[in-house]
């Protein structure tokens, strides 16, 4: 079974600009989580996608926003980019969305977003 | 509000010695636990995490963490490191029956592998 897998893999974008990044999930699994890694604020929640709607959202600005489509696949936007946006993006896909830590996320390689 | 910290962002041992990865957390209250693991260019792995029970627990590739909550500790350990074993790793937290939103994650700790 294939893994999570991420476009593209790695961008370069100037400030203000904007950026979608995508992230399809294992096959089957329905939620799909996305995650801010930087050396600085480590890994940070984004938000989380179930069935096409926003379940839960982490403390960012709006310039972040994202989406899920019926296969489950998702895409996140970051408008206006700043060079604080500079990072990599996680997305992690799990079966469910109950609560409980049997309901393992698995992870994509990330997208490595550099913003000059 | 819960935090997880993890002493030592970067720890070095040689190849064949004990590793062992420093994790505390704040919850009074036991959460689920958990270790991750990131090699170069790839995304988080799940190692371990414990949830109830035994508070020894076993994971992939030869690692353990003992959960010990007099001390709110969830240290990961290893007999005998290999040079595969070198990348960052995560520990986690998350309070029972809540949401990823809620999983914090620590600030990680690099290991390298000397030969």
């Known amino acids: 079974k294939a893994g999570v897998t991420q476009t593209p893999r790695y961008l370069i974008k100037t400030r203000g600009q904007q950026v979608t990044l995508s992230c399809s999930p294992i096959?089957?699994?329905?939620?799909v989580s996305w995650y801010q890694q930087t050396p600085g604020q480590g890994l940070q929640f984004l938000f989380e996608?179930?069935?096409?709607?926003?379940?839960n959202k982490g403390n960012f600005p709006g310039r972040f926003s994202g989406r899920q489509f019926s296969n489950s696949r998702s895409e996140m936007n970051v408008s206006t980019l700043e060079l604080g946006d500079s990072a990599l993006y996680l997305c992690?896909?799990?079966?469910?969305?109950?609560?409980?830590?049997?309901?393992?996320?698995?992870f994509g390689p990330g997208t490595r977003l550099t913003v000059l | 509000a819960q935090s997880v910290t993890q002493l030592g962002s970067h720890v070095s041992v040689s190849e064949g010695a004990l590793v062992l990865l420093r994790c505390n957390y704040s919850?009074?209250?036991?959460?689920?636990l958990f270790w991750y693991v990131q090699y170069p260019n790839q995304g988080l792995q799940l190692l371990l995490k414990?949830?109830?029970?035994?508070?020894l627990v076993k994971g992939i590739n030869g690692f353990e963490a003992e959960f010990k909550k007099s001390e709110t500790s969830f240290h990961l350990t290893k007999p005998s490191a290999h040079m595969s074993d070198a990348a960052e790793y995560f520990c986690?937290?998350?309070?029972?029956?809540?949401?990823?939103?809620?999983?914090?994650f620590g600030p990680g700790t690099s290991l390298s592998v000397i030969p």
């Open positions: 992690a896909s799990s079966l469910h969305r109950d609560r409980g830590p049997y309901n393992e996320q698995f």
């Open positions: 096959s089957g699994h329905r939620s």
């Open positions: 996608y179930f069935s096409e709607t926003q379940r």
């Open positions: 919850s009074s209250v036991p959460p689920y």
């Open positions: 414990y949830t109830t029970g035994a508070t």
């Open positions: 986690a937290v998350s309070d029972r029956g809540t949401s990823y939103d809620k999983v914090i």
